[in-house]
Nanobody
Framework: VQLQASGGGLVQAGASLRLSCAVS????????VAWFRQAPGKEREFVMG????????RYADPVKGRFTISRDNAKNTVYLQMNSLKPEDTAVYYC??????????????????WGQGTLVTVSS
């Protein structure tokens, strides 16, 4: 499975960004896909994910009410819509995929396939 993340950039606090994760190499509809992020000097953390069916999502508390995730099976792409961005959202964002899961794991070790990351910088 190959994943390519895109859409990062430099924005001011309160702005919005949409990240995209294009997936190829395996049946997209069998993959749960999640976004993780890693800020400078910090460990990688789970942000949000969507099940293979697209019927269920999981999110981390810091992004509740601000971020949404969706998937377009026709385009083999998962989107992370980020609204009301805060400086603490600054990080490299990675998308990751796993198969055989009924839900959305929040542990990075459960994802064997990763994209290259895209940098999101939020200025105050």
């Amino acid at each position: 499975v190959q994943l390519q993340a895109s859409g990062g950039g430099l924005v001011q606090a309160g702005a919005s960004l949409r990240l995209s994760c294009a997936v190829s190499g395996r049946t997209f509809s069998s993959l749960a896909v999640a976004w993780f992020r890693q800020a400078p000097g910090k460990e990688r953390e789970f942000v949000m994910g969507v099940t293979a069916s697209g019927l269920s999502t999981r999110y981390a508390d810091p992004v509740k009410g601000r971020f949404t995730i969706s998937r377009d099976n026709a385009k083999n792409t998962v989107y992370l819509q980020m609204n009301s961005l805060k400086p603490e959202d600054t990080a490299v964002y990675y998308c990751a995929a796993t198969r055989g899961s009924l839900g959305v794991p929040a542990v990075s070790a459960q994802y064997p396939d990763w994209g290259q990351g895209t940098l999101v910088t939020v200025s105050s």
